[in-house]
């Protein structure tokens, strides 16, 4: 058994264990959880037909812009721990998937100059439309992090690992709440996770729509995007 294995197995016990006690008090209903992935597959599939001839332009303005592939893969954690390749448009120099990843900040030199317009309108997210379709992300949820900052969290912050407690999402409660971008201190991810925490112990269908609906109005607001 490979080392990820090993890893993704401990993980998913280590959440298990953890989010026992709140599957008790806050289980979804079956039937919300099939009507939010119905909502998923949905709004995922008009939104890739509807925009396929802007996504295809933005692929083809980053290859101009700058040398390297149009799209970025990069291993995140989903749920209950188990590592998928999140998609995203390239909007860096670097394509960092590894024991450490640094984070973006304000004016990094290493993001490109049509990346940078891509991350202030979150337009570099629009590929993960394809990992709600597989089944490996929901259009609303926790944002997933780097497994790396994952595991630097999760020893710093307590019940980080409840985030896993639901698919990752696109956009989600923190980020309508302004919580976008980079986390230079434990306490900025602190309150980001307390967003996520209260998320997963609060979801439900029409929970999700309010989140969509405001996700357009927090975007054209530019809070904490760089």
Known sequence: MGIEQRFADTFTEAIRLELEPARRLHSPARLELAAKRLLDIGLAAVLLCMLAPALLVTA???????????????????????????????????LENGDRIVQATANDPRVT???RLLRKASIDELPQLINVLKGEMS??????????????????????RIRQGVKPGITGWAQVQGFR??????????????????????????????ILLRTPFEIFRHRNAH
């Not at 101009?64 to 995140?76: C, E, I, M, N, V």
């Not at 926790?142 to 969290?153: G, I, L, N």
């Not at 986390?183 to 998320?199: G, L, N």
Request: hydrophobic share 40%; aromatic share 8%.
């Open 181 to 210: 971008g980079e986390t230079p201190t434990v306490e900025a991810m602190r309150q980001r996770v307390e967003c996520d925490v209260w998320y997963v112990d609060h979801f439900s269908l029409s929970l999700d729509l309010q």
């Open 113 to 115: 100059r049509i990346g």
């Open 60 to 94: 083809i303005l980053i290859r101009l812009d700058s040398a390297g592939p149009a799209l970025f893969r990069q291993t995140r954690l989903g749920l209950r721990g188990k590592p998928f390749d999140i998609l995203k448009f390239r909007t860096m120099t670097v």
């Open 139 to 160: 259009l609303v949820g926790p944002r997933p992090h780097a497994r790396a900052h994952d595991e630097h969290y999760a020893r710093a912050i307590d019940n980080y």
